[in-house]
């Protein structure tokens, strides 16, 4: 996996899901947590069970499609931590309806979450970086940001976004020794999965042998692995990748 010990981590809606699993792996491997949510009961208890680990964590308040917010949320972060020196942008929220059902304010919504959140991110943590001569940030999108999926037109086009801003970003930012890439799940098993199958109404097991070649969906392990090593040293040389955690599914045409 690479080594994160002694870097400081900034998660985004790392109060539930891959989130908390990304925070949990990162503090268990040495580095220090910063653990954001909109939801301050579910991020407390995250930084509760990183500590009962021997681990250490801070929970701050934050929703990411604040500037406000973020600018409070960095700068605190250095105060506890002494520096930046990872950035995931994880927080995000999923729609799935047919596009004449889909309203502007959802479209609005879900966008300045999905999108104008890993912007204001990025632009945010970069200066932090250049006082450490560096930095990682590793971007949520999915695979519904490579491929289109019907009832999926705002949560893919948003997810399509992050992939290319982190392209976007790699090739501004490189020169300065700060790295972005993008990885792309298809379903984990957190709420959003729940969600997705309730509305193919099928069971999570159903969706794994559908979805994948493994015959299994995710965990949010899986999903958190390769984060921490698109933190970690050892991923020195990887910028403006797309990383597919997906079982295989995208890899084979349906079975016969
Ligand atoms: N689970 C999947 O199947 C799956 C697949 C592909 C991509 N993803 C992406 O991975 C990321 C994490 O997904 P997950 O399944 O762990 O989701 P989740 O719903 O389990 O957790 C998301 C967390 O983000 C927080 N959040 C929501 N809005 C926020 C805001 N405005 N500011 C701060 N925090 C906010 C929530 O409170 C929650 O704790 C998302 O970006 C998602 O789109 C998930």
């Not at 729940?194 to 965990?219: C, F, H, N, P």
Request: charged letters at 20%.
């Amino acid at each position: 996996m690479g080594h994160v010990e002694g870097k400081v981590a900034v998660i985004t809606g790392a109060g539930a899901g891959i989130g908390r699993a990304t925070a949990a792996l990162f503090a268990k491997n040495g580095a220090k947590v910063i653990v954001t949510d909109i939801k301050e009961a579910e991020g407390q208890e995250t930084v509760e069970k990183i500590k009962a680990d021997g681990g250490e964590a801070l929970f701050l308040a934050h929703d990411v499609a604040s500037e406000e917010h973020w600018q409070r949320v960095l700068a605190a972060a250095k105060d506890r931590f002494g520096g930046i020196d990872v950035l995931v942008n994880n927080a995000g929220i999923y729609i799935i309806a047919p596009l004449a059902e889909t309203t502007l304010e959802q479209w609005n919504k879900l966008f300045s979450i999905n999108v104008t959140g890993v912007f204001l991110g990025a632009k945010h943590v970069v200066p932090y970086f250049a006082e450490r001569g560096g930095g990682s940030i590793i971007n949520l999108s999915s695979v519904a940001g490579l491929l289109g999926a019907a009832g999926h037109a705002c949560y893919g086009a948003s997810k399509g976004a992050v992939r290319i801003l982190t392209k976007d970003l790699a090739a501004e930012l490189g020169a300065q020794n700060i790295r972005i890439n993008s990885i792309h799940p298809t379903y984990v098993k957190t709420a959003m999965a729940d969600y997705g199958a309730a509305i193919a109404g099928k069971t999570l097991e159903q969706m794994g042998r559908d979805m994948s070649v493994l015959g299994r969906l995710a965990e949010p392990e899986d999903v958190a692995n390769v984060i921490v090593f698109l933190a970690a040293d050892e991923s020195h040389y990887l910028t403006g990748a797309e990383f597919v955690v997906d079982g295989g599914g995208g890899a084979s045409v349906l079975s016969v």
